[in-house]
Each structure stands twice: as C-alpha cells, then as structure tokens.
C-alpha cells in the first residue's frame, strides 16, 4: 500500500505533470500523423530519454502508448484514415457518422469511451500485475524458460504475416539477440572482429529501423495517396441517450480488451476487432453498424484503449511484452537497467505503482486533449509526407546513435529499416522479430540455467507442472488457430451461418 | 518464384549463419556448465530452415507490385547518406533530407530549408545541450566543438 502511494507521490512532481501533458499532446500527434503509430512513435522517443530517471522515462513512454493508441481515432472519424491499426474499426461507424454532420458526437464518443476503457484496464492493471507477480515469484529457470517459449509461441497469431512466417521472423529476431558474449560462456559469436557488437546488437536501433525507417519506405510508395477531412463545425458532445445506449458495450469492451492486452504478444488490433464485433452481436440495433453506429465507436474504442493497460501486466509482471508497443517500453526499461519481473514488484514497488499512475492520468487527459484538441490534431495529418519523413529519418539516426554514440548503430538502424521494408513486402510482420530480439537473450539465458539446474537432463522440465502447462499452452497456441479453423469448417452449422 | 526465391534466401542465409557457428571457439568439457556457445544459434538456425521448407510447401503465393521507383531512389539516397556521413553526420543528415524531399516532390524553398537545414540544427542542438551526446567529429561539428 505504501508503494501505491509513493508511486503517486512520485508523479505529483509540478515538472513531470507538464512533462506528462506535453507527451500526451505528442502522442495524440503521433498518432495523427500519416505512417507512424505508438510502436513507431515509442521506438523514435525512447532515446530521449536515455538521459532521464527512469520513472519520467518509462512513464512518458506508456503516455506516448496510451495517448498514440488513442489518436487514431481521431483521423479514423474525420478523415476515414485509422491513425493506427487498432482504429481501422472506428473507421466503420466513426466516418459515416463525420458524413452525416455529427463529427463531434462521434470524437466525443470516441473519447469517453477510450477514457472508460483506459481506466478500467489500468485499475485491472494495479490488481492484477503485483498478483501475476506474486504467482511468478517462485519460478525456477525452466518455469521462465516454458513462459518464454509460451510468449514467443504468441507471435504467431500477431502481426500481418502468415503464423508461419511470423514464427520465422521472431526466430530471426531470437537469432539476432545471441550476437556477442554468449552469457554463460563469454565466447563471442558473430561478431565479425568488431569489437562493439560484443555486448550485442541492440534493441533501440533495430527497432528504430524495423518501426521507423522501415515505414519510410513503406511510405514511399503512398505519396499520391490523397486525404479528405469532414467539416467538424463545433464540438457537439454526445447526448444522455447515446450514453444510456453504449455504458453496456463500453463495460463489455473494457473487459475484452484488458483480457485480449494480458495475453503476450496481442495488442489493441486484434481487441478492438473482437470489441466491435461483440457490440454488434449484443446490439439491439446490429443493423445500423457500418452505417454510424455510436455503439461500433464505443466497442471499438473501449476495446483498443483498454487492452494498452492489459498489455503492461505479463511486461511488468512477466517480462513478457503484451504488445509491440509494450515491447519497446520493455526495452526502455531493459536499457534504463531496470529488470521487468516478479521482483519488480517488490524491488522496485514504487517505480511499477508510478507507471500505473502516469498510465491513469494519461487517460483522464484525453477528456480535455480529445474534446477541445480533436479539431486542431485532425489537421496534423495533412503535414505532407515530403516534409515530414526526411525530418523523422534525422530524429531516427540521431536516436540510433544517441544510446551507445556509435555510428555502427546508425548503420544497423539503416539495415535493418532495408531489411524491415523487405520483410514486410513479403508477409514477414517486423513485430515478432523486435519481440524476438527481447525475450532471444532471456531465452536462452533460461534454458542455460534450466540445463545447469537439472544437470543437463532437459527432459525433466516435462515432470514439472507449470512448465509442462506453459508447453502445452504454446502447443495450443501454435496448432489451436489451424486445428480451430478445420474443425469450424467440418462443423455444417457453423459453415451455414457463415 | 517468389514462393520459393524468399525461404530460400532465408535457406542459403542460414546455411551461411550456420558455417560461421561451427566456427566459434568451444568450452573444454571439463569446464563447461550447460550448453556450448554454438548450440543455442544452432538450434534456432534449424528451426528457421525447418519453417522455411513449410512456408515452401504451404504458403499460398502472393501477388506483388514492383517495388515503386521512389522507394529505390530513398534506399539509393541512404547509400549517398552513409557515404556523406563518414564526411559529417548532420552533412549526410541535410543532404538526405534534402534530396528525399526534392525526389518526392518537394520544390517549395521553405520546405527544402526546414528539413535539410533548420530541423537537424535544431536536433543537434538539443541532443548536443539537453542531452549531452557527443557526435562524431566532421566538418560541420568541428565548427561547433572547436
């Protein structure tokens, strides 16, 4: 209880609130802008604050996260644009009530909804990551090392890649990370006689290549893709009715998205997809989604903004990143020398409880950003890209080279934003190779310890329960989608309503 | 074709990998705790190949445009940035950008001005000050270091 506190203490600082407001309002512009997202935007900051203590870092991180996550809304309504991914959804309902004059009630549904879910997930966040925490207290190595391949086991099903490729690039990502000192034995591996790659390939410049330069080029190919704003005349906020209507969906939504956030790997996408989906199937009116329903705004929304506080709980709890975007706090917090983990909770209890806080007051400053500033941010996205992409490549090379100022980081940052164009280009998601470069060293490491403990006989990790549930649950993470998918498609019920 | 050119690159690229793993120096038995060095990469290196030969056989194939030419010209433009770069860091920075901006599109004067000149300015200035990072020395940073 007293960590509750001096983490709230901590953030009350009158310099780290403005802090905290300005990167809301950078957040919301991430997110508005054309290309970028929380992942990218989080990956293009982190080396900012490198030279920060780490709750002002990590909290600005999760805001950037929280606040990023939110502003896709914003273009999705008016401009019919998702600002990210987790959005597309809103887009649905959002642009054709924008069409119909009612811009504002769509922006404010979308803001209150988001708000309500954020909250939710972060109070779940509190309850339950020192829980999971307390559970894991007692892992042995193959414990953590059956939770790890259970994480990666989850890029599977993430991303825009077929499972099997997305498996491929994760295990590319995995062989990245075992560049250098092998941990145990000090034997250097793939170093190539240069002498900084010893202590590894870092996280900040793949992922600033594979998330930021990467989409440079992705961009390069949308130059003549033109954007379209509706008029929003005045802010008109949505009525006693509207609320009455969607508080059900918002509560449903908030609990899908948090639940959807704890599962490694999976993010706000593939929430707000199942927040939507299940408004409609619960919804007295299904037939006016698609056509400007505040219902499909409110299930979407409170589904992507809820699983952002759903996500941190396996990465502060677990080392597990619950997202890609968790995945690059999860670095953050690697590069700032904090370890994410049962211990966190008890080592570190103050800075975990001031990451909720700053994750809480980010949301309640969407109400006054999203509200008032929805009109102003809505016109970041017509930045031209020709403007915008050659001042965020400077931002990035600067960044790849600020963590360790060496210049053969900006040249990994470089390849690998080559190497992130092509990967996507051909259905390889650059997500699970960033996730896989994290958890590779803790892989490995852990299978090390797992090895060494059990005197090299890695068969007994099988007679341990937890760990044979976690290769179980990665079984049926690999297989469950495939074996899931045949068994609907046997099933003539199922066929016919489909 | 590209069903098979991109596992099998992927292929060839672990093959390679694999060859400079069987090259790294092994811990004498007596002295070793868990596995050796090489096995750990090893073992990824096959289940990358491994996956490789099912996308092979499962992947359904997909069409793809030709690369568009302005994304040749931005990776040409990186090649020219890490060339200038070796020069000074904030010269390779504003020649980029430049260049990137004009090859997309870009001819309004204030707009070229603001990304190649006024932009990495004002990140240097403020990783340079509020940070603290040193850059490497060039013939723009030299002005400003002495």
Known sequence: MDALFLGLTALLEPNLLILLFAATLGGVIIGALPGLNATTGAALLLPFTITMDPIPAIAILTTIYCAATFAGAITAILINTPGTSASATTCLDGFPLAQRGEAGRALGMATVSSTIGGIISVVCLMLAAPLMARMAYNFAPPEYFALTVFGISMLATIGDGTPLKNIIAGALGVLLATVGKDLLTTVERFTFGFNELSEGIGFVPVMIGIFGISELLVQAERLNVERKQVVMKAIKLPSREDYRRVWKTILRSSGIGTFIGILPAEGATVASMIGYNEARRWSKKPQEFGKGSVEGIAGSEAANNSATGGAMVPTLALGIPGSPTAAVILAGLMVHGLQPGPTMFTEQAEFAYAIFWAMLLVNVMFIFVGLFGAKLFARVTFVPVQILWPIVFTFSIVGAYALDQSMLDVFIALASGVIGYFMRRFGYSVVPLAIGLILGGMLEKRLGQSLIMLDDQWWLMFTRPLTLLFFVLTILALFGPLLWGRLKRRDPMVSMGE | ?146
């Open chain 2, 1 to 146: 074709m590209i069903r098979y050119a991109v596992p099998s690159g992927i292929i060839v690229f672990c093959l390679v990998a694999f060859w400079f793993s069987t090259q790294f120096d092994r811990v004498p038995p007596i002295l070793l705790r868990g596995m050796q060095p090489a096995d750990f990469p090893q073992m990824v290196l096959l289940l990358i190949m491994a996956l490789s030969v099912l996308v092979m056989i499962f992947d359904q194939p997909i069409e793809h445009e030709p690369v568009a030419p302005n994304v040749w010209t931005s990776m040409g433009l990186f090649v020219v940035f890490a060339l200038v770069a070796q020069v000074d860091l904030f010269l390779g920075l504003g020649v980029f950008a430049v260049a990137l901006a004009w090859a997309w599109g870009e001819r309004r004067l204030w707009g070229l001005g603001l990304v190649s000149l006024v932009s990495p300015l004002l990140i240097f200035l403020l990783f340079d000050q509020v940070f603290k990072i040193r850059f490497p020395r060039g013939l723009l940073t030299n002005l400003w270091y002495g």
